[in-house]
């Protein structure tokens, strides 16, 4: 039988995701460039840089919780 559960990522578990992200080296990637080959570094760095300054995950949390979730 599904069982209700609610999404609690650890704050622990957060942090150290951020770690990784903040200490991976930009320059093991190949830089297509534009879309037409994968994305762009430029882009992917932006997309980083959104994630690690102004998501916020928690506030995502609350909304998918306001869900059933089985």
Known sequence: MAKPFTIAVPDERLAGINAKVASFDWGALP???S???GVGLADLKRL???WRTRF???TQERRLN???HF
């Open 31 to 33: 830089d297509a460039g």
């Open 35 to 37: 879309w037409q080959s």
């Open 48 to 50: 980083v840089d959104y």
């Open 56 to 58: 916020d995950w928690r």
């Open 66 to 68: 306001a869900l059933p």
